[in-house]
């Protein structure tokens, strides 16, 4: 009963939560799609800075570990975008290499160039997915574990943990789901790796069922891997692209979706504490 529980529960949280953003980002707010990006950072910031971390130093593990895992999850996630970028990279320069001798071989033999496009002319993938994603995973698989937890002591407390999570990650997911569209230009796509990132709610769930004291003592350092994530994300990626010469309207524009996307996480954060 209680890890059929566990299931439903993880399930609605990781997964409906995920479906509840996509029906917000691409339906009732598809029209403000140029300010999600700002509505992103604000969000994964909040997430990061006003719920994660504090939770996290609440545990009783020393600042300098905590920090050291912090530092350590913002260079892991520097080093993954680097190598996204030089994978990319080394296949253009492939692509193009590959191109142009096919392109010399037609001169030669008298065919028109136009009938052989250059793959390289498609446009490359932005960087950030792989730390959104990761960071998804890693933040889904803690919020299982703690539904988990929750279910182990009260099956009341398990539901009420449940729904927890549900309001929180909807933000959150708002935020992944505008970031991922910006990236792979495919809404499907998007929806379904967040989904897969989401699913993880449920594994850690069932991780959590059996190993639930022995993973306790570990959790504080997946919600500072996550963390890290989040602050990366929006720092690296989603800031630098906000950083543009605009007017005073729209430059105010960005800062209100700026602090929407923080005072959304906020307020949960606030209505669950209470």
């Given at each position: 009963?209680?890890?059929?529980?566990?299931?439903?529960?993880?399930?609605?949280?990781?997964?409906?939560?995920?479906?509840?953003?996509?029906?917000?980002?691409?339906?009732?707010?598809?029209?403000?799609?140029?300010?999600?990006?700002?509505?992103?950072?604000?969000?994964?910031?909040?997430?990061?800075?006003?719920?994660?971390?504090?939770?996290?130093?609440?545990?009783?593990?020393?600042?300098?570990?905590?920090?050291?895992?912090?530092?350590?999850?913002?260079?892991?996630?520097?080093?993954?975008?680097?190598?996204?970028?030089?994978?990319?990279g080394h296949e253009h320069r492939h692509d193009s290499a590959a191109a142009h001798g096919a392109a010399h071989r037609d001169s030669e033999a008298g065919r028109d160039d136009h009938d052989h496009p250059r793959r390289s002319d498609a446009p490359a993938p932005a960087s950030g997915s792989w730390a959104v994603l990761a960071?998804?995973?890693?933040?889904?698989?803690?919020?299982?574990?703690?539904?988990?937890?929750?279910?182990?002591?009260?099956?009341?407390?398990?539901?009420?943990?449940?729904?927890?999570?549900?309001?929180?990650?909807?933000?959150?997911?708002?935020?992944?789901?505008?970031?991922?569209?910006?990236?792979?230009?495919?809404?499907?796509?998007?929806?379904?790796?967040?989904?897969?990132?989401?699913?993880?709610?449920?594994?850690?769930?069932?991780?959590?069922?059996?190993?639930?004291?022995?993973?306790?003592?570990?959790?504080?350092?997946?919600?500072?891997?996550?963390?890290?994530?989040?602050?990366?994300?929006?720092?690296?990626?989603?800031?630098?692209?906000?950083?543009?010469?605009?007017?005073?309207?729209?430059?105010?524009?960005?800062?209100?979706?700026?602090?929407?996307?923080?005072?959304?996480?906020?307020?949960?954060?606030?209505?669950?504490?209470?």
């Open positions: 009963m209680i890890l059929l529980a566990i299931v439903l529960g993880t399930l609605v949280a990781g997964v409906g939560s995920v479906w509840l953003a996509a029906a917000l980002n691409f339906g009732l707010l598809a029209r403000y799609t140029q300010h999600m990006l700002s509505l992103a950072a604000g969000a994964l910031m909040a997430t990061a800075f006003l719920n994660l971390l504090p939770e996290a130093f609440e545990s009783g593990i020393s600042a300098e570990r905590l920090f050291m895992t912090l530092q350590a999850g913002l260079v892991l996630f520097f080093l993954l975008d680097k190598a996204e970028l030089w994978h990319h960071g998804d995973t890693v933040h889904c698989f803690g919020d299982g574990v703690l539904i988990a937890s929750a279910f182990v002591a009260d099956l009341r407390l398990g539901l009420i943990a449940s729904l927890a999570v549900l309001a929180h990650e909807v933000p959150h997911h708002m935020g992944d789901l505008v970031v991922l569209r910006h990236l792979s230009s495919d809404r499907r796509v998007a929806i379904v790796r967040v989904s897969l990132a989401g699913a993880f709610t449920v594994v850690g769930g069932l991780v959590g069922y059996w190993l639930v004291d022995s993973l306790r003592d570990y959790l504080p350092y997946f919600l500072v891997l996550a963390s890290s994530s989040f602050v990366y994300v929006a720092l690296a990626d989603l800031i630098p692209q906000l950083q543009r010469r605009l007017g005073a309207r729209q430059t105010l524009a960005q800062v209100a979706w700026l602090a929407l996307g923080m005072g959304l996480v906020t307020a949960v954060v606030n209505v669950l504490a209470h």
